[in-house]
């Protein structure tokens, strides 16, 4: 996004079709997905952590009411979280990494399906991520974390005009004690890195045995919590190829990996490949198995809309049955956390292409991403394949939804931050009250809760006080300022 032409769009207002007219549109006709499944309309909410689990991981109250909201809605598709695979402590972020998670997860589908009125396919989304640690107090980093070497010494020596000290911990303390402009001139890239937004993992640090050995344990991990999904009753699977995490690292032009898992176009989809094919070989027949990828990775040396569209073929030529583009989302161009916090992907250029604000270039928020979801399907349909394709970016109104479809810029639109803001929207437009709607402001207040992994909610109802409603019984966030659910909405 271009800096410069920073300007703020106000969001359209919205001629919102009658009952009639949403029944004869695009959007609210069905979509077969592919086995036996259909959904009944084209409308979709995407994957959003919402930080309601527990510290395990597991199904709260919380976690279901977020979810009863959406599918009062009663959208074609709802995609549950971004979910864990792998059984190991990662906060209030919800697993599915063992068998004890199943019947939590049940309720969550039983929830959704009673709420809708049995009209909502309920997919999971699986996510692997790799470690990050919190930014280091530049003292502890050179104490503990830095390991010193020849390099540093003479490149030390270089920017003194002097011998640099020989022994390791006199070498520590006078890197320690250079301003931090210097600094650039001694350490190396990822040093810089890790000291001025903490160490993380990268798929392409194959000095690491269990980075090396990714290939080999993803697939697994991905099909085990498939077969957990679908024993909990999910309609499906969403693999999480997209943002910051292990599968999108491995399709990025940054991925150099030198194992056949890295460098070419073949070479990065690879992994992605095994990982469906393990999954679609664990399942049933009737199991749905869909991926979100980038149509473009928003980064300098990233993935760009060519790549995508070759992933996209090659995954929907193996099966794939639904293919998700989203944009950007990078650890790369995240902004330096304070010390003591983690970097958040969504921080940078690339995190503004995932969740575009109102605050943009002269091209805007809405809807900003569906050309790459249109090059994305466009490369599908070349390849002779119907995979449908789902489109996402900015889309808070109906008529964009509908022209989105009628262009072919995607078969089925996802709306996050619309649905968050008003989880009865696509209903209410399709009894013809759109004039109903609370339409997102496209601000980001609640991306900026989602950052500190703080509940997430909306800045237009989590204040909001209801006439007749039991105050007793309204949810509150833990500081007991918020309301955690929007306020219900009586058809
Ligand atoms: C609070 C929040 C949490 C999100 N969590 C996820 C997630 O778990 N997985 C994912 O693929 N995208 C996630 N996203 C991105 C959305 O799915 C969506 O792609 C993005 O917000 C752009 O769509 P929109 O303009 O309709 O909001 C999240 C977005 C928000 C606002
Ligand atoms: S907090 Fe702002 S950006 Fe987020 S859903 Fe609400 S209105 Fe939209």
Same mark, same amino acid.
């Given at each position: 996004?271009?800096?410069?032409?920073?300007?703020?769009?106000?969001?359209?207002?919205?001629?919102?079709?009658?009952?009639?007219?949403?029944?004869?549109?695009?959007?609210?006709?069905p979509?077969?997905?592919?086995?036996?499944?259909?959904l009944?309309?084209?409308?979709?909410?995407?994957? *959003?952590?919402?930080?309601?689990?527990?510290?395990?991981?597991?199904?709260?109250?919380a976690?279901l009411?977020?979810?009863?909201?959406?599918?009062?809605?009663?959208? !074609?598709?709802?995609?549950?979280?971004?979910?864990? =695979?792998?059984?190991?402590?990662?906060?209030?972020?919800?697993?599915?990494? &063992?068998?004890?998670?199943?019947?939590?997860?049940?309720?969550?589908?039983?929830?959704?399906?009673?709420?809708?009125?049995?009209?909502?396919?309920?997919?999971?989304?699986? =996510?692997?991520?790799?470690?990050?640690?919190?930014?280091?107090?530049?003292?502890?980093?050179?104490?503990?974390?830095?390991?010193?070497?020849?390099? &540093?010494?003479?490149?030390?020596?270089?920017?003194? !005009?002097?011998?640099?000290?020989?022994?390791?911990?006199?070498?520590r303390?006078?890197?320690?004690?250079?301003?931090?402009?210097?600094?650039?001139?001694?350490?190396?890239?990822?040093?810089?890195?890790?000291?001025?937004?903490?160490?993380r993992?990268?798929v392409?640090?194959?000095?690491?045995?269990?980075?090396?050995a990714?290939p080999?344990?993803?697939?697994p991990?991905?099909?085990?919590?498939?077969?957990?999904?679908?024993?909990a009753?999910?309609?499906?699977?969403?693999?999480?190829?997209?943002?910051?995490?292990? *599968?999108?690292?491995?399709?990025?032009?940054?991925? %150099?990996?030198?194992?056949?898992?890295?460098?070419?176009?073949? !070479?990065? +989809?690879?992994?992605?490949?095994? +990982?469906?094919?393990?999954?679609?070989?664990?399942?049933?027949?009737?199991?749905?198995?869909?991926?979100?990828?980038?149509?473009?990775?928003?980064?300098?040396?990233?993935?760009? +809309?060519?790549?995508?569209?070759?992933?996209?073929?090659?995954?929907?030529?193996?099966? *794939?049955?639904?293919?998700?583009?989203?944009?950007?989302? /990078?650890?790369?161009?995240? /902004?330096a956390p304070?010390?003591?916090?983690?970097?958040?992907?969504?921080?940078?250029?690339?995190?503004h292409?995932? *969740?575009?604000?109102?605050?943009?270039?002269?091209?805007?928020?809405?809807?900003?991403?569906?050309?790459?979801?249109?090059?994305?399907?466009?490369?599908?349909r070349?390849?002779?394949?119907?995979?449908?394709?789902?489109?996402?970016?900015? =889309?808070?109104?109906?008529?964009?939804?509908?022209?989105?479809?009628?262009?072919g810029?995607?078969?089925?639109?996802?709306?996050?931050?619309q649905?968050?803001? %008003?989880?009865?929207?696509?209903?209410?437009?399709?009894?013809?009250?759109?004039?109903?709607?609370?339409?997102?402001?496209?601000?980001?207040?609640?991306?900026?809760? %989602?950052? &500190?992994?703080?509940?997430?909610?909306?800045?237009l109802? %989590?204040?909001?006080?209801?006439?007749?409603?039991d105050?007793?019984?309204?949810?509150?966030?833990?500081? !007991?300022?918020?309301?955690?659910?929007?306020p219900?909405?009586?058809?």
């Amino acid at each position: 996004m271009s800096q410069l032409l920073r300007v703020v769009h106000p969001v359209p207002a919205e001629p919102w079709p009658t009952a009639d007219e949403a029944a004869a549109s695009l959007l609210f006709s069905p979509l077969p997905l592919g086995r036996g499944l259909t959904l009944a309309s084209r409308t979709w909410v995407p994957a *959003m952590v919402p930080w309601r689990a527990t510290a395990e991981g597991e199904v709260t109250d919380a976690v279901l009411a977020w979810y009863a909201r959406y599918a009062d809605g009663r959208p !074609g598709a709802l995609v549950v979280e971004a979910t864990g =695979i792998r059984d190991v402590p990662s906060g209030p972020l919800l697993r599915i990494s &063992h068998d004890r998670y199943v019947d939590g997860l049940r309720r969550l589908v039983d929830t959704v399906r009673a709420r809708s009125h049995g009209e909502t396919r309920v997919f999971i989304q699986l =996510i692997d991520f790799l470690a990050i640690r919190r930014r280091p107090e530049p003292a502890s980093y050179f104490a503990r974390f830095l390991r010193v070497d020849e390099g &540093h010494r003479r490149r030390l020596a270089d920017l003194l !005009g002097r011998a640099a000290p020989a022994a390791d911990d006199a070498l520590r303390a006078a890197l320690a004690a250079l301003p931090d402009t210097a600094l650039d001139a001694v350490l190396t890239a990822r040093e810089l890195d890790d000291l001025r937004r903490g160490y993380r993992e990268r798929v392409t640090d194959l000095h690491l045995p269990h980075i090396r050995a990714l290939p080999t344990a993803l697939p697994p991990l991905f099909a085990d919590a498939a077969a957990r999904a679908e024993a909990a009753g999910f309609d499906g699977v969403e693999l999480h190829y997209a943002h910051a995490y292990t *599968m999108a690292s491995f399709l990025s032009a940054l991925n %150099d990996r030198d194992d056949g898992y890295g460098r070419s176009r073949d !070479g990065r +989809v690879r992994l992605p490949r095994e +990982v469906f094919a393990a999954v679609r070989a664990r399942v049933g027949g009737g199991f749905v198995v869909g991926c979100r990828l980038l149509g473009d990775e928003a980064i300098a040396g990233g993935s760009a +809309v060519d790549d995508a569209a070759f992933f996209a073929a090659a995954l929907a030529a193996d099966g *794939m049955d639904f293919v998700s583009v989203s944009k950007g989302g /990078k650890f790369e161009d995240a /902004k330096a956390p304070k010390v003591g916090e983690a970097a958040y992907p969504y921080t940078g250029p690339s995190g503004h292409e995932c *969740m575009p604000t109102v605050r943009s270039d002269a091209r805007g928020p809405f809807g900003r991403n569906l050309p790459l979801s249109r090059a994305v399907r466009a490369a599908i349909r070349a390849a002779g394949l119907a995979t449908p394709v789902v489109g996402a970016g900015g =889309i808070t109104g109906y008529r964009l939804a509908e022209a989105a479809l009628a262009r072919g810029d995607c078969d089925v639109v996802a709306a996050a931050r619309q649905s968050l803001a %008003d989880p009865d929207w696509w209903r209410k437009v399709r009894l013809g009250r759109g004039a109903e709607v609370r339409r997102c402001k496209l601000t980001n207040y609640c991306e900026g809760l %989602d950052q &500190h992994h703080k509940q997430v909610t909306c800045q237009l109802w %989590d204040r909001a006080v209801v006439e007749g409603e039991d105050a007793a019984s309204v949810a509150r966030s833990a500081d !007991g300022r918020r309301r955690l659910e929007a306020p219900r909405w009586e058809e």
